[in-house]
């Protein structure tokens, strides 16, 4: 799940003054990554008058918003609520939208893309972007996978596949996982 967010403060608290604010400086690693797409998905669906502004790190990404030389940015939502856990519950930032056709569990009142292009979307919400948002969701699921080079020895592509298997069985490894990055893994075999 990516989030799209702002900092508060800044006239664009709610959804209704993003949709109608005349720029919002959004800052993103790279033209491209996913992040870069769920705000050019905004900007299309929605009318929102993202400026985005790649080439920058993560950490310089937040170092800007403290600044306020960034308005916002998307992060994946179980990350931002590792890494900004404490700046959420003082209220400084705005959570304007999910990237997920469903709602993210941890976050269960920012609604999702989907929902609002159906809501807000001009020229109204139509199959074809439905399919967009389908292809962009399928970008994010399957881009984290486990892939070989051709000519691997049959054995050993089946070891692999036997270790991955065990380990998505293993509940030792969702404990130690969770408890090394703050995170939750899913799998989609």
């Known amino acids: 799940h990516r989030l799209i967010y702002t900092r ?5 608290d709610t959804l209704e003054q993003l949709l109608k604010a005349p720029r919002v ?3 993103v690693t ?3 990554h996913n992040f870069y797409n769920e705000m050019r998905l905004g900007m299309y669906l929605l009318g929102i ?3 985005i502004i790649p080439g920058y790190s993560d950490q310089e990404i937040d170092l800007a918003l403290k600044r306020g030389e960034g308005d916002g940015r998307v992060d994946a939502g179980d990350t931002f609520l590792v890494r900004n856990r404490s ?4 209220g400084k930032f705005a959570l304007h939208m999910m990237s997920e056709p469903g709602r993210f569990r941890e976050l269960p009142n920012v609604p999702t893309i ?8 001009n020229p109204p919400f139509g199959p074809k972007d439905l399919a967009l ?9 399957y881009a984290r996978y486990l892939a ?3 000519g691997t020895p049959v054995e050993r592509a089946l070891a692999v596949q036997e270790a991955v298997s065990k380990m998505i069985e293993d509940k030792e490894f969702y404990q130690e996982f969770s408890k090394l990055t703050g995170f939750e893994p899913e799998f989609t075999p």
Do not use: C, H, S
């Open 133 to 141: 948002m389908q292809t962009n969701w399928d970008l994010g699921r």
């Open 148 to 150: 070989m080079p051709p």
């Open 30 to 32: 790279e033209v491209g």
């Open 8 to 12: 508060k403060g800044i006239g664009v």
């Open 25 to 27: 400086n959004m800052g």
């Open 114 to 121: 989907l929902e609002l292009a159906k809501k807000y979307a």
């Open 49 to 51: 008058k993202f400026n």
């Open 87 to 90: 700046q959420l519950d003082q």
